[in-house]
C-alpha cells in the first residue's frame, strides 16, 4: 500500500476511549524493537532519540478495522473528494507548477493531471498532511493489536528515513497507519520509491513538492501505467446484460465487451485493449465503466475501488471532462466539502454543539444529525445527505 486516504477526507472515525496498555509488556517489546533496529542498520542513537521516549497511543487501536473506503457509500465518498473546491484548486496546482510537471511527466510518463489529482485526494494539495506523530502511531501499533509484524517494519523504515536525513522529525505527522507527506507514502513505499526530483540531496516528500510530484509518478509507473492511454471508459450497458462477469479482477479484451453489446456512453470509440474488466461500483443500476491497466496502477497505491475512481474521476475533470453521465442510485447524494461545512453551521444555529465548523462529520456532528433526524421523522442513521441539508434550510420556528 502506497498510502491510506486521511479520515478527514470522507469523516472521522467513531470516537472510543483509548484502552489501557500493559507498561511491562510494552517495554519487553520495545526493547525486541531495539534489536530488530540494530539488526537493520539503525544506531542506538537513533533508536533511542525517537523510539524510547516515546509513549503508547492506543487510540489508533479502534482505527485498524475503519476505512472509510468501504464503508462509506460510493456517491457519499466521491461527494467529498471529487468536488468543485478540489477541481478548482487542482486545475490552479496544474498551472503553478506546470514546468515541474512537464519534468515529470517526460522523465516517468505519467500526465499532470493524474499525478495532482492523487495530490488532491491525498493532502488536499499539501494541506492536510493529518495530525498523528507517526512515531507514536507506528511504535504502538508495533506492539499492540493485530498486524504488528507488518508496523514493524514500516516504524524501522521510517527511522532509516530519519537516519538517512530525508525527513526532519518534526515532518513525521500523518495518518494514524503512518502515511505522510504531500502524497501521504508509508514509509517503506517511501524508502523504495520516492525520489529526489529537485536536487538538493535529500528525497523529501514533506518539504519538496518537486520529490512528491515525482515519486508519485514513480509510483504508478512502476505500477504499470501505460503513457499516454486512458483509465477507463464510462458504458452502458444492453438490457438483460449478465453482471456477473464484471469486477476489476475479471480481465478481458474489450472485444469481448462490445461483442456482448457493451458501448461507450458518449458514443466514442472503444479502444483494441486485451485487458480490460468491467467495474459497477453500486451495482447494476449505477455508472458503469471499463477500466484498464492505468486503472489497475492507480488503485494499486490504495487497494480500493472508491479510492481509485476518486483519483480517476479527479483526474477527469482536471481534465476538463464532467462527471459520470449516469446517475448513482439514490435519491439521496452525497455532500460536498461546502455542503457539510453549510450542514454543520446549521447544525450549530439549531443549538447542538459539535465544535468546529470544518466539513469533517465526525461523532458529534453524527449525533446532532441523528437527532435532527428523529425531529424531522427521518430514517435515523446519522448520515449527511442533501435531503437533511435541505431540511434544515428551512428555517426552524424562532430562528
Given at each position: 500500500?502506497?498510502?491510506?486516504?486521511?479520515?478527514?477526507?470522507?469523516?472521522?472515525?467513531?470516537?472510543?476511549?483509548?484502552?489501557?496498555?500493559?507498561?511491562?509488556?510494552?517495554?519487553?517489546?520495545?526493547?525486541?524493537?531495539?534489536?530488530?533496529?540494530?539488526?537493520?542498520?539503525?544506531?542506538?542513537?537513533?533508536?533511542?532519540?525517537?523510539?524510547?521516549?516515546?509513549?503508547?497511543?492506543?487510540?489508533?487501536?479502534?482505527?485498524?478495522?475503519?476505512?472509510?473506503?468501504?464503508?462509506?457509500?460510493?456517491?457519499?465518498?466521491?461527494?467529498?473528494?471529487?468536488?468543485?473546491?478540489?477541481?478548482?484548486?487542482?486545475?490552479?496546482?496544474?498551472?503553478?507548477?506546470?514546468?515541474?510537471?512537464?519534468?515529470?511527466?517526460?522523465?516517468?510518463?505519467?500526465?499532470?493531471?493524474?499525478?495532482?489529482?492523487?495530490?488532491?485526494?491525498?493532502?488536499?494539495?499539501?494541506?492536510?498532511?493529518?495530525?498523528?506523530?507517526?512515531?507514536?502511531?507506528?511504535?504502538?501499533?508495533s506492539c499492540m493489536g493485530r498486524r504488528q509484524d507488518f508496523f514493524r517494519g514500516e516504524l524501522l523504515a521510517t527511522l532509516r528515513i530519519l537516519q538517512d536525513g530525508d525527513v526532519r522529525p518534526e515532518g513525521l505527522v500523518g495518518s494514524w497507519a503512518g502515511a505522510f507527506g504531500h502524497t501521504q507514502f508509508m514509509p517503506s513505499t517511501y524508502r523504495r520509491i520516492a525520489v529526489d526530483f529537485d536536487g538538493d540531496g535529500r528525497r523529501d516528500l514533506v518539504g519538496s513538492i518537486p520529490d512528491a510530484l515525482a515519486s508519485?509518478?514513480?509510483?504508478?509507473?512502476?505500477?504499470?501505467?501505460?503513457?499516454?492511454?486512458?483509465?477507463?471508459?464510462?458504458?452502458?450497458?444492453?438490457?438483460?446484460?449478465?453482471?456477473?462477469?464484471?469486477?476489476?479482477?475479471?480481465?478481458?479484451?474489450?472485444?469481448?465487451?462490445?461483442?456482448?453489446?457493451?458501448?461507450?456512453?458518449?458514443?466514442?470509440?472503444?479502444?483494441?485493449?486485451?485487458?480490460?474488466?468491467?467495474?459497477?461500483?453500486?451495482?447494476?443500476?449505477?455508472?458503469?465503466?471499463?477500466?484498464?491497466?492505468?486503472?489497475?496502477?492507480?488503485?494499486?497505491?490504495?487497494?480500493?475501488?472508491?479510492?481509485?475512481?476518486?483519483?480517476?474521476?479527479?483526474?477527469?475533470?482536471?481534465?476538463?471532462?464532467?462527471?459520470?453521465?449516469?446517475?448513482?442510485?439514490?435519491?439521496?447524494?452525497?455532500?460536498?466539502?461546502?455542503?457539510?461545512?453549510?450542514?454543520?453551521?446549521?447544525?450549530?444555529?439549531?443549538?447542538?454543539?459539535?465544535?468546529?465548523?470544518?466539513?469533517?462529520?465526525?461523532?458529534?456532528?453524527?449525533?446532532?444529525?441523528?437527532?435532527?433526524?428523529?425531529?424531522?421523522?427521518?430514517?435515523?442513521?446519522?448520515?449527511?445527505?442533501?435531503?437533511?441539508?435541505?431540511?434544515?434550510?428551512?428555517?426552524?420556528?424562532?430562528?
Amino acid at each position: 500500500m502506497a498510502a491510506a486516504p486521511l479520515l478527514g477526507a470522507t469523516g472521522a472515525a467513531p470516537a472510543a476511549e483509548p484502552p489501557p496498555y500493559d507498561t511491562a509488556a510494552y517495554a519487553r517489546c520495545v526493547d525486541r524493537l531495539a534489536r530488530d533496529a540494530s539488526a537493520a542498520g539503525i544506531s542506538q542513537a537513533t533508536f533511542d532519540a525517537h523510539v524510547r521516549p516515546v509513549t503508547p497511543d492506543t487510540s489508533v487501536l479502534a482505527l485498524l478495522d475503519y476505512q472509510p473506503e468501504f464503508r462509506t457509500p460510493i456517491w457519499d465518498y466521491l461527494a467529498g473528494l471529487v468536488d468543485e473546491e478540489r477541481v478548482a484548486d487542482g486545475k490552479a496546482m496544474l498551472e503553478e507548477h506546470a514546468t515541474t510537471l512537464a519534468r515529470v511527466e517526460e522523465v516517468y510518463g505519467v500526465d499532470p493531471e493524474t499525478v495532482v489529482a492523487v495530490w488532491g485526494v491525498e493532502s488536499d494539495f499539501g494541506s492536510t498532511f493529518g495530525k498523528r506523530p507517526l512515531l507514536e502511531s507506528l511504535t504502538t501499533l508495533s506492539c499492540m493489536g493485530r498486524r504488528q509484524d507488518f508496523f514493524r517494519g514500516e516504524l524501522l523504515a521510517t527511522l532509516r528515513i530519519l537516519q538517512d536525513g530525508d525527513v526532519r522529525p518534526e515532518g513525521l505527522v500523518g495518518s494514524w497507519a503512518g502515511a505522510f507527506g504531500h502524497t501521504q507514502f508509508m514509509p517503506s513505499t517511501y524508502r523504495r520509491i520516492a525520489v529526489d526530483f529537485d536536487g538538493d540531496g535529500r528525497r523529501d516528500l514533506v518539504g519538496s513538492i518537486p520529490d512528491a510530484l515525482a515519486s508519485t509518478a514513480n509510483y504508478l509507473k512502476r505500477s504499470g501505467w501505460r503513457t499516454g492511454q486512458p483509465w477507463g471508459h464510462e458504458v452502458r450497458l444492453p438490457a438483460g446484460f449478465d453482471t456477473s462477469v464484471s469486477g476489476r479482477t475479471t480481465r478481458r479484451p474489450v472485444s469481448y465487451w462490445t461483442s456482448r453489446g457493451i458501448e461507450r456512453i458518449d458514443g466514442g470509440a472503444l479502444p483494441g485493449y486485451d485487458r480490460s474488466a468491467l467495474v459497477l461500483p453500486a451495482g447494476r443500476e449505477g455508472p458503469a465503466w471499463l477500466v484498464y491497466r492505468n486503472f489497475d496502477a492507480i488503485y494499486s497505491y490504495n487497494a480500493a475501488e472508491s479510492y481509485a475512481f476518486a483519483i480517476a474521476l479527479l483526474s477527469d475533470r482536471l481534465r476538463g471532462k464532467e462527471g459520470p453521465v449516469a446517475s448513482w442510485p439514490t435519491d439521496d447524494p452525497g455532500l460536498s466539502r461546502k455542503g457539510r461545512r453549510d450542514l454543520q453551521r446549521l447544525l450549530i444555529a439549531r443549538g447542538h454543539d459539535i465544535g468546529e465548523v470544518d466539513g469533517i462529520i465526525g461523532s458529534a456532528s453524527r449525533e446532532a444529525i441523528r437527532a435532527e433526524q428523529a425531529r424531522l421523522g427521518m430514517p435515523v442513521d446519522g448520515r449527511a445527505g442533501q435531503k437533511l441539508l435541505r431540511a434544515l434550510s428551512v428555517p426552524a420556528p424562532g430562528l
